[in-house]
């Protein structure tokens, strides 16, 4: 059963809320999306009483942040304005203004920078005051601390601020903006703090670092780990942030584990993720859209494989993986093996069809290969040409209808010039290569050492003409800008028939939701929050096309093996069922969108509120 909103005008009518996060006009990583996607459905329930705070990089605000243009306007009623016009009287460097987002949210952006002058002094006080060590040759670190040290002065005077009764709420995202909160304690600030670890930091390392990671986690010595890992710094910050708050929040009960064994506090409350699904909608033109955007995915697929051999298009299905480069966290081996597995079953099986799988992530590269640049342009010209042969086709032909006295279709061929014919002929003989299409689409810094490229490499899944599972590693992320797919990421996404993210440490997953959104069937993994909360939530998932690994308690090889079945009965869905799959998929999406997940920031607010 899912939560019913609140009301919106029953919601803290008395109180303040500044959500305080590092990817606040600066995109990131996935806060970014938790953050912006959430405005539309926060704005109508806190409307002028709702700040979000953040640090201000104006290389990154610049396009998202539209300061005000005259601060006095703002001042009377505004708290938020007040507190900003007393600090730039003192001489901070702060922004307000709008976020140019769904909502159009109140936006605080200070400059860390204008404190480096006394990071000296701020971390010798961080020491002294809260244990935290900090060493001398870590930036990020650096304007961690600084942004801590502000949002604590802005925080002060927003206090002094506030109308008489009022209450102020802070929330506080990942351990970049925590390391306040230990310090509003101490200096007693009247605000309410809650903090959300989205994922804890030696969480991640440790995932990426232990093929058993959950059965070690309580055995985990967090301060030996830390050093090991040299992010001591950053998990003490982290720690602190988790037991200064007057709740601890995490996003999904996977996480809430992690919690427990490396933050040693029991979050209050768990916080799922959504989207703003109206912003995905696209209702009787989603069948229409994926055929679009298939064609452009098409386009690609024909100047990458067709110039060594061609394969028929319309019985061809695109899946894809993407994300940070993480191979096991994010599933990446998982994938691998289990495409493996598909591509022998399907030689063995005499179906028709192939896949192509594309893996979408971001590595060092020097320069997108030569050789698939080459192919596309190639393509090109051949694409050019038989439009120039359909043009003067196409006027003959008319002409001679119009003036013929036979009804009988005359001979196409000879209504093209001798010209195009040669240029034809020319164009396919310098195109057609006995080459293998490349595997990738870039040049890597260090191909040498890349753990996809090893993979494809050990299992000879090199885009043989024999393979049916063809492969496509593009580490870079898609873009309108690129000259390979030409096409933005949500687009890619809505032409492609299936998303596979089977992850092994993933505290949420946006990637497989953003499938959901859009109508294509995805596979998640019960490691995943994601996965997890559909598991409990949603009344059999895979009747609405999302689609469950299970990694918790199964070996490698199982779940590669349940990957596989999850796949190999995929391709054999008649393109009708595929329609009916996707229709469905779409329809579920309002189980995850933020109007119905809102209410559970609702409710750990109503506890902060409650506690002193």
């Given amino acids: 059963m899912q939560p019913t909103p609140h009301a919106p005008d029953t919601l803290f009518p008395d109180s303040l809320l500044v959500e305080v996060a590092w990817e606040v006009c600066n995109q990131v990583g996935g806060i970014y999306t938790v953050i912006r996607s959430k ?3 926060t704005m109508p329930a806190w409307g002028d009483r709702y700040c979000l705070l953040g640090p201000y990089f104006p290389n990154m605000a610049q396009g998202e942040f539209e300061p005000y243009d005259d601060l006095t306007v703002h001042t009377g009623a505004d708290p938020f304005a007040a507190a900003v016009r007393t600090m730039r009287a003192q ?7 709008t976020w140019l987002v769904t909502g159009r949210p109140r936006v605080v952006l200070i400059n860390p920078f204008q404190t480096y002058d006394r990071l000296g002094q701020l971390k010798s006080d961080l020491w002294a005051r809260h244990g935290i060590p900090a060493p001398d040759n870590d930036d990020l670190l650096h304007q961690v601390i600084a942004f801590g040290h502000l949002t604590t002065v802005f ?36 605000a309410h703090l809650l903090f959300t670890t989205h994922a804890t930091l030696l969480g991640r390392y440790l995932a990426m670092n232990d093929a058993n990671f959950y059965d070690h986690l309580m055995w985990v010595n967090w301060e030996a780990e830390a050093r090991h890992f040299n992010i001591e710094p950053a998990v003490r910050m982290e720690r602190a942030a988790a037991h200064g708050s007057h709740v601890f929040t995490t996003v999904s009960e996977l996480t809430v584990r992690e919690c427990i064994y490396l933050l040693d506090r029991i979050p209050d409350a768990v916080l799922p993720n959504g989207l703003n699904i109206e912003r995905f909608v696209a209702l009787h033109e989603s069948q229409n859209l994926h055929q679009q ?11 990458h ?12 299905l695109y899946f894809f993986t993407s994300g940070r480069y993480e191979y096991h966290n994010k599933g990446f081996d998982l994938t691998l093996e289990a495409l493996a597995r598909l591509n022998y079953r399907l030689q063995q099986s005499g179906l028709e069809g192939q896949v192509v799988m594309f893996f979408i992530t971001k590595r060092p590269f020097t320069s997108i290969n030569p050789q698939v640049l080459e192919r596309r342009a190639m393509l090109n010209e051949v694409q050019e040409t038989c439009r120039a042969i359909e043009r003067q086709v196409g006027e003959r032909l008319f002409y001679a209808a119009a003036a013929s006295q036979d009804h009988k279709l005359p001979e196409l061929g000879a209504m093209v010039d001798d010209y195009w014919k040669l240029r034809y002929r020319r164009q396919l003989q310098s195109w057609k290569t006995n080459a293998l299409p490349p595997v990738i689409t870039h040049n890597l810094v260090n191909d040498g050492d890349d753990d996809i490229l ?17 492969m496509v590693y ?11 797919l030409g096409m933005e990421y949500g687009q890619f996404v809505r032409g492609c028939h299936m998303g596979i993210f089977p992850s092994y440490y993933e505290p949420w997953g946006y990637t497989p939701l953003e499938c959901v959104a859009r109508g294509v069937p995805a596979i998640t993994s019960d490691l995943s929050g994601f996965g997890d909360y559909a598991l409990q939530n949603v009344p059999e998932p895979e009747n609405k096309g999302i689609f469950v690994v299970h990694r918790q308690e199964k070996s490698f090889d199982e779940s590669a093996e349940e990957l596989c079945d999850m796949l190999w009965h995929f391709v054999q869905l008649s393109r009708r069922e595929r329609i009916i799959q996707r229709n469905a998929v779409e329809s579920s999406a309002d189980i995850f969108d933020w109007k119905n997940l809102r209410v559970h920031y609702d409710r750990a607010y109503a506890l902060a509120l409650e506690r002193q």
Avoid: C
Wanted: net charge positive.
């Fill in 39 to 41: 405005v539309p459905a």
């Fill in 91 to 97: 001489g901070y460097d702060v922004q307000i203004g």
């Fill in 155 to 190: 925080f002060q005077h927003l206090a002094v601020q506030k109308a008489a009764g009022q209450r102020l709420l802070g929330h506080f995202h990942e351990w970049m903006t925590g390391v306040a909160i230990p310090e509003l304690r101490r200096l007693q600030v009247p």
């Fill in 293 to 303: 955007y298939k064609a452009k995915i098409h386009e690609f697929v024909m100047a």
């Fill in 305 to 316: 494989f067709f110039q060594s051999y061609a394969f028929d298009l319309d019985k061809t």
């Fill in 454 to 470: 090893d993979f494809l490499r050990r299992s000879e899944l090199l885009n043989h003409r024999h393979d049916r599972v063809k």
């Fill in 474 to 484: 593009h580490p870079d992320f898609v873009s309108p800008a690129s000259p390979l």
